[in-house]
């Protein structure tokens, strides 16, 4: 159906999403951010949805930080092979990378949680090297998951011990 995201659509995209390392990732948030369709992520179209996030942070009474800023940096880490030009050659080349550029650019919480590096991701990171975005993303969801279940299942234990059936 246009303009809506059947059940299959919307797995890739949670996949896209929870981890933009992988190969398909990569592509998917580069097409996403190649306004122009030309094969190079240049200043204009980061600039044009650097906007929206440098406006979010401006509501959240955070201090933005200038987009010139962020080119630097998004180049100091992926060293493209033509300055200020991205292609999806040189994202692959380095998908932890292309994955800080892809949060810089949508999703908040993600771009907030680098800049400010959370030493415990940092840990966790380094102590399971072979665990992926998803694997941990899947982890802290069914920990979260288990975790609700047993407070309802605790909740439902305190409703049946304090119900009086007048036997």
């Not at 580069?30 to 094969?39: E, H, K, P, S």
């Not at 955070?62 to 080119?71: G, L, V």
């Not at 959370?118 to 288990?146: G, I, N, T, V």
């Amino acid at each position: 159906v246009p303009g809506h995201m059947c059940y299959e659509d919307f797995v890739w995209f949670v996949l896209s999403e929870e981890d933009k390392t992988t190969r398909t990732s990569i592509g998917y948030w580069f097409r996403c951010l190649d306004l122009d369709g030309n094969g190079a992520l240049v200043s204009h179209e980061l600039e044009h949805f650097y906007e929206e996030q440098f406006h979010r942070l401006q509501c959240l009474n955070q201090e933005p930080i200038p987009f010139e800023d962020i080119q630097t940096q998004l180049n100091d880490m992926l060293h493209p092979e033509v300055g200020g030009a991205f292609t999806l050659k040189d994202l692959r080349r380095c998908p932890h990378h292309a994955s800080s550029l892809f949060n810089v650019m949508f999703n908040l919480n993600k771009f907030l949680a680098f800049e400010t590096k959370d030493p415990f991701a940092a840990r966790q990171e380094k102590e399971e090297p072979h665990l992926s975005d998803w694997d941990r993303f899947a982890r802290a969801e069914y920990a979260r998951l288990a975790m609700e279940e047993e407070m309802e299942a605790g909740e439902d234990n305190m409703l049946m011990d304090d119900t009086d059936f007048g036997f």
